[in-house]
């Protein structure tokens, strides 16, 4: 097999958070042992697993494994970049689009780590305004460039199906550190991404 993708998961926490879910699905008043529920609690403390696996990984390590020296000092943008989260005050899905650009100084870093650095934070318990930060801080603090950019537009699950149900409403964060706090350089940036 020239690929093969497989997922680990670390069996005492699975088995610990299996429990707990059991618990949480009786409190609810269903019951656990009925056919289509029987594995939930095992998929579910996965399904977390994976949504959150992002505490265990450094995104600063993902940006410095793909620095190279180069003088282009153009801005670049990788835009509409999928986003997955979770809201830390209901553990509902938040989910959009982040676009991010940069001007470099020196360093360009591999495109493909944006997004990644983008997951690493996205898949922890979130708000939308500290996950534009820290998307926006890391890059800054590592790649060191002239300038960068992070705009976040995204929907929630909690607004949508609860509270206020509010279905086509979208929260947009954004932040901007070096050149882009010049009023040209942020409206281009902008201007290109379709805002
Ligand atoms: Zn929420």
Do not use: W
């Not at 950019?149 to 929260?171: D, L, Y």
């Amino acid at each position: 097999m020239p690929y093969k993708k497989f997922e680990e998961y670390n069996i005492r926490i699975t088995d610990e958070v299996k429990e707990r879910y059991k618990n949480i699905i009786e409190g609810l008043g269903e019951d656990v042992t009925r056919d289509g529920l029987l594995k939930t609690p095992e998929r579910a403390a996965k399904a977390m697993q994976f949504l959150t696996q992002g505490y265990h990984q450094d995104p600063v390590e993902i940006l410095k494994s793909a620095m190279f020296k180069e003088s282009y000092d153009e801005m670049v943008i990788v835009k509409d970049i999928e986003l997955y989260s979770l809201c830390e005050h209901h553990m509902l899905p938040f989910f959009g689009k982040v676009h991010i650009a940069y001007i470099p100084n020196g360093n360009i870093v591999g495109l493909s780590k944006l997004p990644r650095v983008v997951d690493v934070f996205a898949r922890r318990l979130q708000v939308q305004e500290r996950l534009n930060e820290q998307i926006l801080d890391c890059i800054n603090n590592t790649l060191k460039p002239q300038g960068v950019a992070v705009v976040i537009e995204a929907s929630h699950m909690c607004m949508m199906m609860r509270g206020v149900q509010k279905q086509n409403s979208i929260t947009t964060t954004s932040g901007f550190r070096g050149q882009f706090e010049k009023i040209e350089t942020r409206n281009e940036f902008l201007k290109l991404i379709g805002k």
